[in-house]
């Protein structure tokens, strides 16, 4: 996607990059063009060899309060589920912006499609074949039992529980949105008081889980039927797994909850994955100014699903 955030590279500059990491020249650069913030490039040596290039915004590019250290999350995350998940190799990591002004790293290339391409060509029997192993791999994730709440990179902070921390991400996104001056359709108090309100639901919450939080159809890389890879883990948090990605409003599977291995919803769940739902709402519509959008229709999208599940919410949590 394009966004005012992406740092492009010339051939010159991606070459040094790659002569310092594996001393040899690409044959063959390709620039990757989904993903909003970060810059991505396919490289491919002489000798055969492929891995990614991901470049993070200039350090001077505003970003939103949640997204602490994200690519340093993601290296960490990588080397951490490795081995565990079907994840790529990190060859080198250099935060040092001595070569160029961003962080960057080089991974493993993943053989495959992402699952949101290649999704519409699928039959009924192959995505939930998809879908079910996802599920298992989304389980094995949110297994890893973590010591406090709160984003995987942040300070630790004193003991706080999951309501506190939850309530303090929602409120650090309404403070995105009044510094950045947008233009919000749903009433800022009416939602602290709905957070506030689910603090029973909120408090159910109690052991930490690694969740990948952003692990939707895009970074999942399929091949031959089958999940070949995960990425894009720098949103990474210790929380309640029901803020993953496929909880979501509309997006969860049947053959999702089977792998994962979910029965019914309680009502107390229900209420979080709502809660969730306005959460991820409340970014999509913020973070416009942030990723420096140039579609102009996107506004008006993400208005229109905020205001939406908004009402909906609220005839449902009153």
């Given amino acids: 996607m394009e966004s005012g955030t992406k740092l492009k590279l010339d051939g010159a500059e991606l070459g040094m990059l790659v002569r310092e990491a594996f001393g040899a020249d690409p044959e ?23 891995m990614v290039l991901k470049l993070a915004p200039l350090p001077e590019v505003k970003q939103m309060r949640y997204e602490v250290k994200l ?17 790529p190799r990190v060859f080198v990591y250099d935060n040092s912006r001595s070569l160029v002004a961003s962080d960057y790293f080089f991974m493993e290339h993943l053989d495959g499609t992402p699952y ?33 709440f709160g984003l995987y990179a942040a300070p630790a902070a004193a003991e706080v529980g999951w309501f506190e ?18 233009d919000l359709p749903v009433p800022e108090q009416e939602v602290l008081a709905l957070v506030e309100g689910s603090r029973c639901a909120l408090d159910e919450v109690t052991e930490p889980r690694l969740v990948h939080w952003d692990l939707w159809d895009g970074n999942v890389f399929v091949r031959d039927g089958r999940i070949a890879g995960l990425i894009d883990f720098e949103r990474a948090m210790w929380g309640d797994p029901l803020i993953e990605a496929y909880f979501r409003n509309g997006t969860l599977t049947e053959a999702f909850r089977q792998g994962y291995g979910l029965e019914a919803f309680s009502a107390a769940q229900e209420a979080r994955v709502m809660l969730y739902d306005l959460y991820l709402d409340l970014i999509m519509h913020i973070e416009r100014p942030f990723r420096q959008f140039a579609s102009p229709d996107h506004e008006a999208w993400t208005r229109e699903r905020l205001v939406k599940d908004w009402e909906r919410i609220c005839k449902a949590l009153g």
């Fill in 71 to 87: 690519m340093q999350t993601e290296v960490d995350m990588l080397k951490r589920l490795e081995g565990v998940l079907p994840v």
């Fill in 165 to 182: 921390v939850f309530r303090g991400l929602v409120e650090d996104v309404l403070e995105d949105g009044k510094e950045m001056s947008v």
């Fill in 28 to 50: 063959e650069t390709e620039e990757l063009s989904d993903g909003w913030a970060n810059t991505a490039y396919r490289v491919r040596l002489q000798d055969g060899r492929r």
């Fill in 116 to 148: 949101n391409k290649l999704k519409p060509s699928l039959s009924p029997e192959e995505r939930e074949a998809v879908e079910l192993q996802l599920g298992r791999y989304n389980r094995t994730l949110n297994e890893v039992r973590g010591e406090r």
